[in-house]
């Protein structure tokens, strides 16, 4: 399997929530483009194992979602990451400096 090595719609920001619902989208469909599925269009709403991934991949995307916005993330206590509009939920680690 390929890595994701970057978000095509990647929008940078201060926040402590930096990944938006276009960030999280990109991070999934280029996953998902790099394991060699065709992707169709996502809303946020889907459930991470219909779309075929598990823990791993979804880790995948924080990577990416990281080297997007330069930042660390963390999930803290957020709950369980089911969903791809879950992933709005990271938050900046603390102490992490971002652009």
């Known amino acids: ?5 970057r978000l095509r719609t990647a929008r940078l920001r ?3 929530h930096p990944v938006g619902i276009q960030d999280a989208i990109a991070a999934v469909t280029d996953l998902l483009r790099a394991r060699g599925s065709a992707p169709r269009t ?4 889907e459930r991470f194992d219909e779309l075929g991934l598990d ?14 916005v330069r930042s660390e993330l963390e999930f803290g206590a957020i709950g369980p990451v089911e969903r791809v509009e879950d992933l ?7 102490g992490s400096v971002g652009p």
């Open 55 to 68: 823990s791993v991949d979804v880790a995948e995307c924080v990577i990416a979602l990281e080297l997007a």
């Open 1 to 5: 399997m390929r890595p994701v090595h």
């Open 14 to 16: 201060r926040s402590a």
């Open 88 to 94: 709005l939920k990271l938050r900046r680690a603390t």
């Open 42 to 45: 996502l809303s946020g709403r």
